[in-house]
C-alpha cells in the first residue's frame, strides 16, 4: 500500500449503512419504462389479482419475446451478425404467488395458436399421405419403365429424366409447429425444435425439467440461447441438425431452488446456464383472485394485447405456410448505438474486482445482449414497420435489465467467492484487533505479513481484504509524521482506534476512506464483543 496515493484528514468517518449498494431495498420493478401495449395488460392484471408485479412483468416479457422470436432479429453492433431477440426468464416464487394463473391468462394466445395448428396440420397431413401414395405409384411405374427400357437395350435417358422431375415433385410433409412446450421431457423438447425450431418453453415446475441430470439440457439451452446450431441424433434413426430459437420461462418455488441449487448449483454456474436468465424473485404472498381479472373494467386493456399478440401469430403463420425462414434485421439508431456502447463500458468497470457487480459478473457480461435483445422486442411489437432500435427504447431496456442485475445480485448475493472474501475479512479483522490489544495500538501492515493469517501475508492477498475493512470504517489507516510509517488501527469494543503507541495525537492523520468504499457491508460486531 503506497502512502501517497492517499488523502489524510483530522478524522476518516464511518459510512452509513445506506452508503451500501447491497443494503439498500431494490427499487420497485420500473413498469413506467414499458410500453402502453405491455404496462397496460400489467396494470390491468396486477389491479383485478393482486399478483407480485414483477411475476406478471416476467410473464409478459416471455410473451412478447415468443411472438417476436420467429420474426426479428438483432444486429450485434460488435460482429455485424444477426442474433436472436429471444430471452430467457427464471421466476422465484412461492406456491400461491399465482405462477400459474398469471401465465394462464397471459399466453392463452399461444395456447390458442398451437390449437389452431394441430387441427389444420391433421388436415394437411390427411392430404400429404393421399398425395404421397399417388407419388409412390407413379414413382414405380417411372421405375419400371426405366428398367423395362434398360431390357430393351435404350439408354433409358428419357426414363431417367422423367424419375428426376418426379422426385423434384414430391409432396412437401406438413410441418406440425407446437410452440408452447410446458412440463416435457427434454429429448421430446430438443425433437420438436428439430422439426419446428420457433417455441417457448414455459414451466411452472422449472426443476423438473432438468430432473437429476441437467449437464445435457444445460447445454441444449444455451446453444438455443445463443442461436447456434445444434446436432440432434434420435434413436440411430433421426439425424439432423436445425438451429433452435427459443423463448424459456422458468418457474419455480425459492425452497425447490434452494435445494436443487445446493445439489447442481456448480455446474449451474460454472456453464454460463444462469447467466443468461433475467432473474425475479417475490415472497410477496398477498391474497390474488382470478375472477377479480376476467369481468374487471380492465379487461379490454388485457384483449387488446392478446389481439397483437393475435396478429404477430398470424404473421408467423403466413411465414409457415410459405416456408420462409428469413427475418427482419433490427439495427440501432446512431443516437442508440453509442448510449449502448456507453453502458456496455459502465458495466465491463462494474465487474473489476472488489466494483458492485463483480461477485456476478457472468451476468452482467450477457446483460448487454439481453439489452438489445429486449430493445428489439419492444421496438417491433410497437411498430413492426420499424427497422431501426429508438434511442428512448434503448434508454429504458437499458433501465430494466439494470434492475434485473440488481435483483440478481440479491438472490445470488452469497456466491462462493464472496463467503471466502468474507472470511478473510473476519480473520484479519480479529487479528488486528487481538494484536492491536496485544500490543496496546496501532499495528503495522509488516506486523501481518509476518503474524497474520497465512492466506493474508502476501501484499496482492491482503490488500483488498484491508481495503474492505478500511472502507467500512471498521479499520484505519494512520500515518505517524515523524516516521512517515503506515499504522492500521481496528475499531474496538470501546468504539475508539487504538493510535500507535508514543506518538503524539497531533502527528497522526488518518486516511480518507472514502478511496476505499466497498459495495457491500459485513456485520463486525461479533468479533468485537468476543474481543471485549
Request: proline fraction near 5%; charge should be neutral.
Amino acid at each position: 500500500m503506497n502512502k501517497n496515493d492517499l488523502t489524510w484528514v483530522d478524522r476518516a468517518p464511518r459510512p452509513d449503512l445506506s452508503d451500501y449498494p447491497s443494503e439498500r431495498s431494490l427499487s420497485p420493478y420500473p413498469v413506467y419504462l414499458f410500453p402502453e401495449i405491455l404496462s397496460k395488460p400489467l396494470g390491468a392484471l396486477n389491479d383485478g389479482t393482486q399478483i407480485p408485479v414483477e411475476l406478471i412483468a416476467n410473464t409478459l416479457l416471455t410473451a412478447a419475446s415468443l411472438a417476436c422470436q420467429s420474426l426479428i432479429e438483432v444486429i450485434q453492433p460488435h460482429t455485424n451478425t444477426p442474433t436472436p431477440c429471444s430471452l430467457y426468464f427464471f421466476s422465484i416464487a412461492e406456491s400461491g404467488a399465482g405462477k400459474s394463473t398469471v401465465k394462464n391468462i397471459i399466453m392463452k394466445p399461444f395456447y390458442d395458436f398451437d390449437e389452431r395448428m394441430r387441427h389444420e396440420y391433421h388436415d394437411k397431413k390427411a392430404d400429404y399421405d393421399a398425395k404421397i401414395e399417388v407419388w409412390k405409384i407413379k414413382n414405380k411405374t417411372l421405375i419400371k419403365n426405366l428398367r423395362k427400357a434398360i431390357d430393351k437395350n435404350f439408354n433409358g435417358e428419357f426414363e431417367s429424366r422423367k424419375i428426376v422431375e418426379h422426385t423434384r415433385s414430391k409432396p412437401r410433409e406438413p410441418v406440425p409447429p407446437q410452440i408452447i412446450y410446458n412440463d416435457t421431457a427434454a429429448t421430446d423438447l430438443i425433437y420438436g425444435l428439430s422439426r419446428y425450431p420457433n417455441a417457448g418453453l414455459i414451466t411452472d415446475e422449472a426443476i423438473t425439467y432438468f430432473g437429476n441430470r441437467p449437464k445435457n439440457k444445460i447445454g441444449f439451452l444455451n446453444n438455443a440461447w445463443d442461436g447456434s446450431s445444434y446436432h440432434f441424433r434420435r434413436g440411430g434413426t433421426i439425424d439432423c441438425h436445425f438451429t433452435p430459437c427459443l423463448t424459456a420461462s422458468l418457474m419455480t418455488q425459492p425452497g425447490v431452488f434452494e435445494s436443487f441449487m445446493e445439489v447442481h448449483g456448480k455446474i449451474f454456474k460454472e456453464s454460463g446456464f444462469l447467466s443468461r436468465f433475467l432473474f425475479i424473485r417475490t415472497d410477496n404472498l398477498e391474497h390474488y383472485g382470478a375472477e377479480a381479472v376476467a369481468h374487471g373494467e380492465h379487461w379490454s386493456e388485457i384483449r387488446e394485447f392478446h389481439g397483437r399478440l393475435d396478429f404477430l401469430l398470424n404473421k408467423q403463420k403466413e411465414c409457415i405456410d410459405n416456408n420462409q425462414t428469413a427475418k427482419t434485421q433490427l439495427t440501432l439508431s446512431d443516437n442508440a448505438l453509442t448510449i449502448w456502447k456507453k453502458h456496455r463500458e459502465a458495466l465491463l468497470n462494474k465487474i473489476k474486482p472488489g466494483n458492485e457487480l463483480y461477485y456476478i459478473r457472468e451476468f452482467a457480461v450477457k446483460s448487454s445482449t439481453n439489452t438489445l435483445r429486449m430493445a428489439a422486442i419492444f421496438q417491433y411489437i410497437c411498430n413492426e414497420s420499424a427497422n431501426e432500435i429508438s434511442e428512448d427504447i434503448m434508454d429504458n431496456c437499458i433501465e430494466i435489465t439494470d434492475w434485473y442485475l440488481n435483483a440478481t445480485n440479491r438472490i445470488f448475493f452469497d456466491t462462493p467467492e464472496r463467503i471466502e472474501f468474507t472470511q478473510d475479512v473476519l480473520r484479519l479483522y480479529e487479528f488486528i484487533l487481538s494484536r492491536s490489544k496485544k500490543e496496546n495500538g496501532a499495528i503495522t501492515t509488516g506486523e501481518i505479513e509476518q503474524y497474520g493469517p497465512n492466506k493474508l501475508r502476501k501484499v496482492e492477498k491482503l490488500t483488498p481484504v484491508l481495503n474492505h475493512l478500511v472502507g467500512q470504517g471498521d479499520v484505519i489507516l494512520y500515518n505517524s509524521i515523524p516516521n512517515d510509517t503506515i499504522y492500521i488501527s481496528a475499531l474496538n469494543h470501546d468504539g475508539l482506534y487504538p493510535q500507535p503507541r508514543n506518538t503524539p495525537a497531533h502527528n497522526i492523520r488518518a486516511a480518507d476512506s472514502t478511496a476505499f468504499r466497498p459495495c457491500f457491508h459485513i456485520d463486525l460486531s461479533d468479533i468485537r464483543l468476543k474481543a471485549k
